[in-house]
């Protein structure tokens, strides 16, 4: 895509977030985009595009009252959203529609019009990694990450170390769901869950939602939100089963999705002011940041307890306090969007002074897919 060829204008969360009892799934949908038309002055007769992942965009266009000439279901987990992003930007740009509203919704604690999360026995996971035992993410993701602490040198005080910067960056957000400060030995002695994870290396259970609106940058000086500029996008996928990956310490899907963002926005890594990388477990934050090249291969763990990516250091990682303290509903990558475009625009509770350029970054299911986007907010 042409860089800063299209604009985020609207950006909100749900009303509530953590636990909402009351509210369905398809309402939870409904309620961010409410929240980011508002944010943007628009109306749902504005819309003619819509995406969304959990639910049908179908049912989303149907609830909301919305004629759209673009639709996009893709899912693929946790970084759908970022996908969504990409497709919107080229379908705006190749004329298909003007205005693209994606949301996220989901009743992750409260489970109230949610789905399951069996896998069918005839999938390739159901045939070949189900019978063995596990118990989704947490046992799923214990694959490759032994694999990976053995090849890199790395220990469970590096993965403890993780979740307690993030938690530094949910101390100054008011919306985080923990705020109170831990240490690595509060990590590591929190019930053991599927080793190396303990409790609090795992993500967060929650109920909420977030919603953005596209547009062309053209149409952008329009409405009242300083506008953010897409600079480039990414996506990959790579095996549904995490037990296939081409090479557990590192993602194949994050290396192509991040190396095509990087190329499509022309920028370097010490241009970039501000990273969120979906961290669902404790250790998505040291595979982003080897797999994107902020760092060599087994320096990522160094990198992180030399506070670089903590409150003041050079880097600022998952400055609203991640999914490991902030929010984590079952897709967390519509929450590092946001906060990306709060960084963008200057109001995230733990505003990185000066910030012009932040990359959110996201993975789906284990390892299966990625998506990149660039984020500035310098007027083409």
């Known amino acids: 895509m042409k860089r800063k060829s299209i604009a985020v204008v609207g950006a909100a969360e749900t009303t509530q977030m953590g636990k909402i009892p009351d509210v369905s799934v398809i309402g939870l949908h409904a309620d961010a985009a409410l929240n980011a038309l508002a944010d943007c002055g628009l109306k749902p007769s504005d819309i003619d595009g819509v995406a969304t992942a959990g639910i049908s965009p179908v049912d989303l266009a149907h609830y909301m009252g919305i004629t ?121 002695g929190s019930d053991m869950i599927a080793w190396p994870f303990t409790k609090l290396m795992c993500c967060l259970v929650t109920d909420g939602g977030g919603a953005l609106i596209l547009t062309s940058a053209e149409r952008a000086k329009d409405f009242p939100q300083k506008p953010v500029y897409i600079l480039g996008t990414g996506e990959s996928v790579e095996t549904p089963m995490v037990s296939q990956m081409e090479d557990f310490t590192s993602s194949k899907a994050f290396r192509v999705s991040g190396k095509k963002a990087f190329e499509e926005s022309g920028i370097t890594h010490a241009d970039v002011d501000h990273l969120m990388i979906y961290d669902a477990f404790a250790h998505l934050p040291l595979y982003g940041l080897e797999d994107l090249g902020f760092c060599r291969p087994g320096e990522a763990a160094g990198f992180i307890n030399g506070r670089n990516t903590a409150p003041g250091g050079k880097l600022p990682l998952n400055t609203n306090g991640g999914g490991l303290s902030y929010m984590h509903s079952g897709m967390y990558g519509m929450y590092a969007l946001q906060e ?41």
């Open 68 to 188: 759209p000439t673009y639709a996009d279901g893709t899912s693929v987990g946790g970084c759908s959203f970022m996908l969504h992003v990409r497709h919107a930007a080229a379908a705006i740009n190749e004329g298909l529609c003007n205005t693209v509203l994606i949301t996220h919704g989901e009743s992750g604690r409260s489970r109230v019009g949610a789905g399951g999360f069996a896998r069918a026995a005839s999938s390739l996971a159901g045939q070949f990694e189900m019978p063995f035992g596990p118990m989704g993410p947490p046992t799923m993701f214990t694959v490759p990450v032994l694999r990976y602490l053995k090849a890199r040198g790395y220990t469970v005080e590096d993965l403890a170390m993780v979740a307690v910067i993030q938690r530094e960056w949910a101390a100054k957000n008011p919306r985080a769901s923990f705020k109170d400060p831990i240490t690595v030995a509060d990590v590591l």
């Open 340 to 380: 990306s475009v709060r960084q963008m625009r200057g109001i995230a509770p733990a505003q990185v002074p000066g910030a012009r350029i932040s990359i959110a970054h996201g993975v789906g299911g284990m390892f299966a897919a990625s998506g990149t986007i660039v984020f500035s907010n310098e007027a083409p």
